[in-house]
């Protein structure tokens, strides 16, 4: 039976401490099992260091089996990390407190060094003197690979291996006040790839990869060793190069477009040009901030694309005032395209033959309340850049393509309307879909549009233009290649591509009657047209002297400001040359065939 509880609670606090003692015997036997079942190390040493037990692991984590160790100096444990200082200390700190922790390099029997997170206690005797040390220590190695581990993806680029823009940043920053204090000059070499888009979007994003760390190889090979680099983001890659020179750093630009306008071959086998551009800010000269230096640099790559691509820049600061023009010009230009502002006017396509109208082309115009009629060249560019330009090309094209079916309506002897189209526009994946449905609100046949493409944009092809120029093609739409001349056509492409009409350039018109090579090329396309069967325009005819030498040559229609300037729409219908379809029909004929040549395909 229990006892009553007794009144006295610290004799029954006793009493249940009692039950609870354990005998000599299991706590030895405790104190083993802990010994031998724990996950750190444990070592028991000697005061002089002599090494007197090890748990199993120990032996684990080191290497040495117990029977190996034990006897020898703790000694046998140093990595040669630390020195003999450090040692001093500890054991200094163990025989004042008897107690010492910290992270210490070990070694393990194999040799490799690993860190350790150790605490040694002294074990005192009954005399008041250490007899023994017990060491208890934790492997750190894995813990602290995962931490390098961390830091490595948080610092750096998975696909290549460089380091990433947080990391540049924080390099930057630190190379900025070193260059203030130290009275030196760095630079921000900003390299950005030529065709990497069309790669990723004509072989497919592993492609893209591939290039991508192909171009850091040889990008990282092509720099000295103490030259940083960093991928910045997509096909942007930035060197950072510290105590340099505006000259070196432009050294280091110009080489580093050598290197990339090297082909690439991928594990495919296709090869690839992709060639770079580059732009180049000083600091602390162009910037006092990394971002600051960052955006100059670029404003600085924008003028080496802008100036034909594979070319480096230095950034000046009338970079900056343009940009912050194009900036502002962007924005107004939204707000114009919502009030209304943009308008088209229409130039006459006439026959060479008897002046007689047969179509118009578009001409876009800014009327701007302020500053009055802007034309196309002030501000198209801007909105290409930004992007504006497929809203604008889409009221363009809703626009010409409703006023041509008005004018259809009203009996109107017009068989075409011609409409320019950028090369952003032309590259959207939904082009032909807006083309499409312009036709379809306007209620106009698509054998009534034709869409002015410059070379480039036409050359410059891949899939998805291939794809974009099938659909026009399917909805009836002509095409025509603008600025004939001024490009870098390919003849054989130019056979294959379904294109209808060539504008030969104004400028070999212009100097058509003065200069033997304009008139040589002007003959040389009428020919060409004549060949491939295809019409040929000739643009900005000014004088007879002009019209009578295209006359001549054979060019069987042309446009400019002999016969008309661009004119408002409303202006259209009284044109001199333009008849009522009852009494002509459009002067679109077909150029016949050349008998000498091949038959287009
Ligand atoms: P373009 O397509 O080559 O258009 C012909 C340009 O030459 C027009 O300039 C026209 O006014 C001008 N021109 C025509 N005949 C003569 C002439 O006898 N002498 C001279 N000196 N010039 C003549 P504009 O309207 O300033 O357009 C310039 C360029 O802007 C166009 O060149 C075209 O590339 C672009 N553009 C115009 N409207 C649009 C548009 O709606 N969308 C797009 N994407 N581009 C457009
Ligand atoms: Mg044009
Ligand atoms: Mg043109």
Redo the contacts with the bound molecule.
């Keep these: 039976m229990d006892k009553p509880i007794s009144t006295n609670s610290v004799k029954h606090r006793q009493s249940a401490h009692d039950k609870l003692e354990l005998s000599a015997d299991t706590m030895v036997n405790l104190a083993s099992a802990v010994f031998n079942a724990t996950q750190e190390s444990i070592v028991v040493t000697e005061r002089n260091g002599t090494i007197v037990a090890v748990n199993p692991a120990f032996s684990a984590i080191t290497g040495f089996s117990a029977a190996e160790i034990v006897g020898k100096s703790m000694r046998t444990l140093q990595s040669g990390r630390q020195g003999r200082a450090f040692y001093r200390e500890m054991w200094d700190q163990v025989s004042r407190s008897g107690y010492w922790q910290g992270e210490i390099w070990n070694r393990r029997k194999n040799g490799e060094a690993y860190p350790a997170l150790l605490t040694i206690s002294s074990v005192p005797s009954g005399l008041g003197q250490p007899t023994y040390y017990v060491g208890i220590s934790a492997d750190l190695s894995r813990i602290k690979r995962s931490e390098l581990k961390l830091d490595r993806l948080a610092h750096h680029d998975e696909l290549t291996g460089l380091p990433n823009r947080r990391l540049l940043k924080a390099r930057l920053d630190q190379a900025l006040a070193r260059a203030v204090r130290e009275g030196e000059t760095g630079a921000v070499v900003f390299v950005d790839l030529d065709r990497f888009k069309l790669v990723n979007d004509s072989l497919g994003h592993s492609a893209g990869d591939e290039l991508l760390t192909l171009v850091a190889k040889r990008l990282r090979n092509g720099l000295r060793a103490g030259d940083f680099l960093a991928r910045f983001g997509g096909d942007e890659f930035i060197v950072l190069l510290e105590q340099t020179s505006g000259e070196r750093a432009a050294s280091v630009a110009a080489h580093l477009i050598n290197r990339l306008g090297e082909p690439f071959v991928l594990s495919t086998g296709d090869e690839i040009f992709s060639g770079a551009s580059v732009g180049i800010s000083l600091f602390p000269r162009d910037g006092t901030s990394s971002e600051e230096v960052l955006q100059h640099a670029d404003a600085a790559l924008y003028q080496a694309k802008s100036a034909g691509r594979s070319t480096y820049r230095h950034y000046s600061s009338d970079l900056t005032r343009h940009a912050n023009i194009r900036l502002a010009l962007d924005s107004q230009l939204r707000r114009a395209l919502s009030r209304n502002e943009l308008v088209?006017?229409y130039?006459p396509l006439v026959t060479l033959a008897d002046r007689r109208v047969f179509g118009v082309?578009?001409?876009?115009r800014w009327n701007d309340p302020s500053r009055g009629v802007i034309?196309?060249?002030e501000f198209?560019p801007v909105a290409e850049e930004t992007g504006l330009?497929v809203a604008?090309?889409n009221w363009?094209l809703d626009e010409a393509c409703t006023q041509m079916q008005a004018w259809q309506s009203q009996g109107l002897a017009l068989s075409r309307v011609a409409?320019?189209?950028?090369a952003r526009?032309f590259r959207h994946p939904e082009f032909a879909a807006s083309v499409a449905r312009a036709l379809r609100r306007a209620g106009l046949a698509g054998e009534h549009l034709e869409l002015?493409i410059t070379e480039g944009t036409l050359m410059d092809h891949d899939a998805t233009t291939l794809a974009t120029l099938e659909a026009l093609k399917a909805l009836g739409v002509r095409l025509a290649v603008?600025?004939f001349g001024t490009g870098y056509s390919s003849l054989a492409y130019l056979k294959k591509l379904p294109v209808d009409t060539l504008?030969i350039d104004?400028s070999f018109v212009t100097d058509i009657g003065t200069d033997p090579a304009s008139a040589a090329i002007a003959t040389a396309i009428i020919g060409l047209g004549r060949c491939l069967g295809l019409e040929v325009l000739a643009?900005?005819?000014?004088s007879e002297s002009q019209h009578a030498a295209l006359l001549a040559g054979g060019c069987a229609l042309g446009?400019?400001?002999?016969f008309a300037?661009?004119v408002a729409p409303d202006a259209v219908p009284g044109l001199p040359g333009l008849r009522r379809r009852r009494a002509a029909q459009g002067g679109t004929r077909r150029v016949p065939a050349c008998e000498a040549c091949p038959a287009p395909e």
């Design positions: 088209l006017n130039q082309e578009a001409l876009i034309p196309p060249a198209l330009i604008i090309g363009v409409v320019n189209i950028s526009q002015e603008d600025d504008k104004r643009e900005g005819i000014q446009q400019g400001h002999l300037r661009p």
